[in-house]
T-cell receptor, first 111, second 115 residues
Framework: QKEVEQNSGPLSVPEGAIASLNCTYSDRGSQSFFWYRQYSGKSPELIMFIYSNGDKEDGRFTAQLNKASQYVSLLIRDSQPSDSATYLCAVRRGNAGKSTFGDGTTLTVKP | GAVVSQHPSWVICKSGTSVKIECRSLDFQATTMFWYRQFPKQSLMLMATSNEGSKATYEQGVEKDKFLINHASLTLSTLTVTSAHPEDSSFYIC???????????FGPGTRLTVL
């Protein structure tokens, strides 16, 4: 079992719809959770981070964390074709040190 | 926002030569930098963790004598691919952990092609 699991996709949604990306992790000691977006041929860019249980909203993006279920998700509202990318989930135990990345979910938003 | 640069952005070299890739945090100090490798359509693979002033910690299966990492200052880490071979052709990405801020910032990556 991988430490961080994501559905590889591809996940396809129509423009304007809500895209839901899911991630589960195995280390119960994980404290920090991150979502990155990676366009093809580019390096990852940080979209959001979340540390506490519940929801965190930033514009069209909402991260949801449930530590009891070891589950973190990213919702993208009003999806745009420009959101088409691979989304990486990452978890970290403490404030420093390496993060463990999932393999990513490829999202395609169709016009 | 925090900016991490990499140089060069792409490099083509002959088999057997060595290639140095620089990673700089431009507007913050990075006590820790990470080096990743990513093959086409595959996930990020962490190669090593680099702390300023100390030896890098390599992930299992990564040859430390082939991938030399130097983290000489709080803003610069270098990765040298020694005696490069075609199978080393990949996208190499560094990231920096900003001290006091729990976020990891990625450089734009370096595409290495070994002929």
């Amino acid at each position: 079992q991988k430490e961080v699991e994501q559905n590889s996709g591809p996940l396809s949604v129509p423009e304007g719809a809500i895209a839901s990306l899911n991630c589960t992790y195995s280390d119960r000691g994980s404290q920090s959770f991150f979502w990155y977006r990676q366009y093809s041929g580019k390096s990852p860019e940080l979209i959001m981070f979340i540390y506490s249980n519940g929801d965190k909203e930033d514009g069209r993006f909402t991260a949801q964390l449930n530590k009891a279920s070891q589950y973190v998700s990213l919702l993208i509202r009003d999806s745009q074709p420009s959101d088409s990318a691979t989304y990486l989930c990452a978890v970290r135990r403490g404030n420093a040190g390496k993060s463990t990345f999932g393999d990513g979910t490829t999202l395609t938003v169709k016009p | 926002g925090a900016v991490v640069s990499q140089h060069p952005s792409w490099v083509i070299c002959k088999s057997g030569t060595s290639v140095k890739i620089e990673c700089r945090s431009l507007d913050f100090q990075a006590t820790t930098m990470f080096w990743y490798r990513q093959f086409p359509k595959q996930s990020l693979m962490l190669m090593a963790t680099s702390n300023e002033g100390s030896k890098a910690t390599y992930e299992q299966g990564v040859e430390k004598d082939k991938f030399l990492i130097n983290h000489a200052s709080l803003t610069l880490s270098t990765l040298t691919v020694t005696s490069a071979h075609p199978e080393d052709s990949s996208f190499y990405i560094c990231s920096a952990l900003r001290w006091g801020v729990n976020e990891q910032f990625f450089g734009p990556g370096t595409r290495l092609t070994v002929l």
